[in-house]
């Protein structure tokens, strides 16, 4: 399963750095992703990584975050830059670009507040 964690309240401008366990699965095989849900809004994939290290970013995160991985620690990461409001969200990691329902996590929660 998955497990996420790192989140927490900053203030615009401000940085924080999400990971992502993973146990049961080889990352190594999976292209995996990075998703938030704002509230009222559908869950929106952000990032993704391909099984070849490629990188890929929705237009409203491109330049400010990025994913990465520890592939010995089985652990996926999401450094999010120059946070602003409308990036709060409940932020998950997941398969990419097409989610496995059984593996959503509880997520992990970003504030952005002055």
């Known amino acids: 399963h998955l497990v996420e964690s790192g989140g927490g309240l900053v203030q615009p401008g401000g940085s924080l750095t999400l990971s992502c366990v993973v146990s049961?699965?080889?990352?190594?095989?999976?292209?995996m992703g990075w998703y938030r849900q704002i509230p009222g809004q559908e869950r929106e994939l952000v990032a993704d990584m391909e099984r070849s290290g490629e990188e890929n970013y929705s237009n409203a995160v491109k330049g400010r975050f990025t994913i990465s991985r520890d592939i010995a620690k089985n652990t996926f990461f999401l450094r999010m830059n120059n946070l602003q409001p409308e990036d709060a969200a409940v932020y998950y990691c997941n398969t990419a670009p097409w989610p496995r329902h059984d593996l959503w996590g509880q997520g992990s929660r970003v504030a952005v507040s002055s």
């Open positions: 049961g699965l080889e990352i190594t095989f999976l292209r």
